[in-house]
């Protein structure tokens, strides 16, 4: 019980962590830019690359976001339709060019593991709870362009902004189990944004990072046969993920 409630609130927090990260990143700006000068030791021997490599590890919380159809409203059997978010990891190759002095075109394929549940309220003899668990193996092709603030101290701040295209990979094998289970497409397209901070050491670059992924398309296979599909418009995905760039 408690874990569910950590989840929930961090997706209620999230919005409010990206807005603070944004406008320390803005006041920044102005800051730092008289600071570039001095204690960049490590910075400038990165400076010189115009690419680099590395390895990103992260963990994510993922959920839907489900759209009620005409059908909801005349619907005698289900009542409510909601997501919770289930938790999950990411790992990527960061593929990294730098565009002129505050600018990045980031590549980053790589695998992520996801759990999200659709919890439905049927309204039977007594009402109950019914769950469907997803559990998916992605395979994600993120494009994203990076602006970097001026260093200082061998730091300096960042705002991402870009698009992903996954595929689940387990989504063949889940849909055939029943025929009784609502259908997600394995195909699903996301635009993100997110922020976070470069730390640069002798021998690496430490970023952590806070990033917010909306699905932009509807991933509902709609099954006319199936209650819990046909109460449903469309299904958007939502993920919270926070990942360990190593870099060098």
Known sequence: MSTSYLRNRLHLHGRQILLTLTLILGCSLGANAQFTGGNNYNFYDFQSKPYYFGLTLGFNSSRYTPYRSEEFIFSDSITAVKSLAGPGFNLNIVTNLKIGKYFDFRFMPGFSFAERNL??????RFTRQSQEKVESVFVELPFQFRYKSAPYRDKRLFLIAGVKYSF????????????NLVRISPHDFQIEYGAGIQIFFPYFIWSPEFKISHGIGNTLLFNPNLPQSTVLEKVLSRTFTLSFHFEG
């Open 168 to 179: 689940d990979v387990a989504s063949e094998s889940r849909t055939r189990q029943a025929e």
């Open 119 to 124: 919890n439905y309220t049927e309204n039977a």
